[in-house]
T-cell receptor
């Protein structure tokens, strides 16, 4: 089954404690990205990757890091989380061919206290 | 800058009534347009997409949307609402400068009353 998986689904942590949210897709998509969803703001892109070893900032990159060492994986790293990073995070992937439809993971709800 | 505006953060309809969720986009050239649905505690699921093949697009679960270039709109409709349609709906457009990126509207929560 074609899918994007994320782990963990729920995470409660404290300010400053480094964390990683994993993302993996099995569709051989070149493009992957991370979004955060906040009430009234829709989804905003944090970082994206066009292919292995190619990453770039989205609209709200401050406080986040990413890496793309393998085509299928695109982890999101918060090296020193702060309460304003409390949000719902989605990983997505798409192919360069076709209609750029994005496939989304199930989401990770992060709470930073 | 490109943007997507969804009119009405909350829409309430009675079961069996017409559903109309409004979306307007700003783009200098015809974009790819999408509607996604998010059920509680779930990820985003694609409802339908416009890719310039036809202006009236049919999607899953009885939804459809019409692309109107003159109005820069892509409103989502369904003739008869079901209780199971209660969810949050997002309109999105592909970025012209970064075609792998979607620009989302703020979302519209659809409530269906019995």
């Amino acid at each position: 089954e074609a899918q994007v998986t994320q782990n963990p689904r729920y995470l409660i942590t404290v300010t400053g404690k480094k964390l990683t949210v994993t993302c993996s897709q099995n569709m051989n998509h070149e493009y992957m990205s991370w979004y955060r969803q906040d009430p009234g703001l829709g989804l905003r892109q944090i970082y994206y990757s066009m292919n292995v070893e190619v990453t770039d900032k989205g609209d709200v990159p401050e406080g986040y890091k990413v890496s793309r060492k393998e085509k299928r994986n695109f982890p999101l790293i918060l090296e020193s989380p702060s309460p304003n990073q409390t949000s719902l995070y989605f990983c997505a992937s798409s192919s360069w061919t076709g209609t750029y439809e994005q496939y989304f993971g199930p989401g990770t709800r992060l709470t930073v206290t | 800058a490109q943007s997507v505006t969804q009119l009405g953060s909350h829409v309430s309809v009675s079961e069996g009534a017409l559903v109309l969720l409004r979306c307007n986009y700003s783009s200098s050239v015809p974009p790819y347009l999408f509607w996604y649905v998010q059920y509680p505690n779930q990820g985003l699921q694609l409802l339908l997409k416009y890719t310039s093949a036809a202006t009236l697009v049919k999607g899953i679960n009885g939804f459809e949307a019409e692309f109107k270039k003159s109005e820069t709109s892509f409103h989502l409709t369904k003739p008869s609402a079901h209780m199971s349609d209660a969810a949050e709906y997002f309109c999105a457009v592909t970025s012209l400068s970064n075609t792998g990126k979607l620009i989302f509207g703020q979302g519209t929560t659809l409530q269906v009353k019995p």
